[in-house]
């Protein structure tokens, strides 16, 4: 079964910070290009961000753009979502997975910003 992992999650003040991480025990990320997800209450899923398997190719939805930031470390079997400049509007579950989205889910990070 396929397992994601993710951590990091936390209660901040807007314009703070964090860093999110993903990892598996059964699944080798550099094979694939992944994406960071998040899920605010009472909306769907969507797509935060993506990042190639190189890592050199990075996307972001618009209302993220300058603020996050999706690295990988392939030989850590590892990816990263660095959020900055943080807003109530960010708080919500964040999940990693295949940038199709075609894996299991994992349980996800709770990110709440709040003051």
């Known amino acids: 079964q396929v397992q994601l992992v993710e951590s990091g999650g936390g209660l901040v003040q807007p314009g703070g910070s964090l860093r999110l991480s993903c990892a598996s025990s059964?699944?080798?990320?550099?094979?694939?290009?992944m994406g960071w997800y998040r899920q605010a209450p009472g909306k769907q899923r969507e797509l935060v961000g993506d990042?190639?398997?190189?890592?050199?190719?990075?996307n972001y939805k618009p209302s993220v753009k300058g603020r996050f930031t999706i690295s990988r470390d392939n030989a850590k079997n590892t990816v990263y979502l660095q959020m900055n400049r943080l807003k109530p509007e960010d708080t919500a579950v964040y999940y990693c997975n295949h940038w199709d989205a075609r894996w299991a889910w994992g349980q996800g990070t709770q990110v709440t910003v709040s003051s």
């Open positions: 990042i190639s398997t190189g890592g050199g190719i990075t």
């Open positions: 059964r699944i080798t990320f550099r094979n694939y290009s």
